[in-house]
């Protein structure tokens, strides 16, 4: 049961990337090399990379616990295969970050990261309780309320890495705690909300659009503004390269929050992955993006708002 449960996983993964358009094989291959390539510049460039590191992988597996899936393993498996299915997918997700954690010999991370996927094979993240977590985002539901209850734990430890680059006088280090943050406000844009959140405005494509955008420019500012306010205050001369790096990570959200209009009401298409994964690696092309993705975002949006 438990060979066809992840033969039946790795059968839908490949039905989902065909339907996206593309190859499978390229994109585990793509995948293995952007991972490479990625570690082996965290470890050289960022001086606190284990922890970056350990924290990434452990983020993983706790998303893959989601509540729907956890429920239905125990509805369908034996506790003892649950168990060892909850095992299994936490140290194949663990085991890359365990290889490069022991080729740069960070052998006591390389343990905490063992032990914490084994305990987090008998934990259930989405478990329902009474707390709910306040949000200053509920005046303009819907990305920002939902996406920080679910990343809230990215955001405290973006602040100790703001801490850690003052303590070390590590201003790269203190850039990526704020850029981290924004990524992630850019991930709440890549789901698509149900068709009634769009017709209930009262507003035409473009109006709506500008709303939208002025969200994004106060939510993501309200959650990294502690950590620029550091920045300035400890690096002073960098000001320039602090607001300007911050004004790009809004462009950044506005292109993924596009691209999610411009594919409305369906999921974002390979199109629109391809083109945010480009813009990673070369942005002066978002002159060129923004524009067709905005042309877009208001054919999709003129079906449901006039």
Known sequence: MIKEYFKLQYKMTNRHLI???????????????????????????VEYAPVIYTFLSLSFIVKIAQESKINFLKSVFTKADFIKIRLLENFLI??????????????????????????????????????????PFYKYPFEFC????????????????????????????????FLLIQLTCLLFYTEPENNYFVWIYSMNSKEFIRYKFRIIVLYSSI???????????????????????????????LTAMLSKYAAFPDKITIREVVILAFLAWFPPILILVIPYLYLESVKKLNTFLK
């Open 146 to 177: 939902i996406g920080f209850r679910k990343t809230f734990l990215v955001n405290i430890f973006a602040f100790f890495l703001c801490f850690m680059a003052i303590k070390v006088d590590n201003f790269g280090l203190g850039v990526f705690s």
């Open 19 to 45: 339907e996206f358009g593309i190859n499978p094989i390229l994109v585990y291959l793509a995948s293995v090399f952007l991972f490479y390539q990625l570690s082996i510049k965290l470890f050289n460039d």
């Open 223 to 253: 959650l990294c503004l502690p950590i620029i306010i550091n920045l300035l205050i400890f690096f002073p001369t960098e000001y320039a390269l602090i607001i300007g790096i911050l004004c790009l990570s809004y462009l950044f959200i």
């Open 94 to 135: 663990a085991i890359p970050f365990l290889f490069f954690l022991i080729y740069y010999k960070e052998l006591i991370f390389s343990f905490l990261l063992v032990i914490i996927s084994f305990l987090f094979a008998f934990v259930n993240f989405n478990s329902k309780a009474k707390f709910t977590l306040k949000t």
